[in-house]
């Protein structure tokens, strides 16, 4: 078996929804907006995660992960720290900041447990998603391109996941709907390739107030 299929074996295990670090437990804002009537239809609930693709975590989480995959390569402990907290910053409520820690540091517990040992500091510290997923990327040699490409279906597919539980949405109207966002993500991957440093970032004012919302909300499904 080659390096690269080796690093390929290594991305699926990276982005499986069978990963225990608890992204399955969030929703991001989407089940208020369609608990408070939103979004009423599977259409809309894609063109919400859409939205969020193109305009959110494509124009920030996207970019910053390539930043903090280049620091981890590079051994650049400065640029691995501010990358992490300018994208903890940019979290626009409790719910998705507590997420991104919440998250993050599973996933330092679990690729310190698999031998990466530049995750175990990070056990203990404040650290995102994306700068766990990176490192890991780096640390199994998988091409930060290939990287980018799995962290944002990995995001896409919860957020229909999510969209299952709360929607009468069945399996299979629910692959359609991930097979047609699946063509939008290498767009978002090449823009976010291309972003300078000061293009990087943006805000979603309904996702925004939805997440907040939804930390208050009397019901719910999902982790806040």
């Known amino acids: ?34 608990d408070c009537g939103w979004l009423k239809t599977p259409a809309q609930v894609e063109d919400w995660i859409s939205g969020v693709l193109h305009h959110g975590i494509g124009r920030l989480d996207a970019p910053i992960l390539l930043r903090l995959y ?3 390569q590079q051994e650049d402990q400065p640029g691995t720290e501010y990358w992490n907290q ?8 409790r ?48 091409c930060p391109e290939q990287a980018l490409l799995g962290y944002l ?18 399996q299979t109207h629910a692959h359609n709907m991930l097979q047609r966002l699946l063509q939008q993500i ?15 970032g943006g805000s979603l004012p309904g996702l925004a107030i939805a997440s907040a919302r939804h930390e208050t909300q009397y019901s719910r499904l999902f982790r806040s």
Not at 25 to 33: F, K, V
Not at 153 to 170: M, R, V, Y
Not at 186 to 200: C, G, H, K, N, S
């Open 153 to 170: 279906w990995s995001w896409c597919e919860n957020q229909i996941a999510a969209a299952g539980k709360t929607l009468p949405l069945g």
């Open 1 to 34: 078996m080659t390096d690269q299929s080796v690093s390929l074996l290594r991305l699926m295990h990276l982005v499986s929804p069978a990963l225990p670090i608890g992204a399955f437990a969030y929703s991001q804002g989407q089940e208020y907006a369609i």
């Open 95 to 142: 719910e998705l900041l507590e997420e991104d820690l919440q998250v993050g540091r599973a996933l330092a517990i679990l690729l310190a447990s698999l031998g990466v040992e530049r995750a175990r500091p990070w056990r203990d510290q404040g650290t995102c998603l994306a700068s766990q997923f990176s490192l890991a990327a780096v640390h199994w040699a998988i």
């Open 86 to 93: 300018f994208l903890l910053a940019s979290r626009e409520t």
């Open 186 to 200: 290498p767009p978002v991957a090449e823009q976010a390739l291309a972003l300078a440093d000061d293009e990087i």
């Open 70 to 72: 280049r620091a981890w």
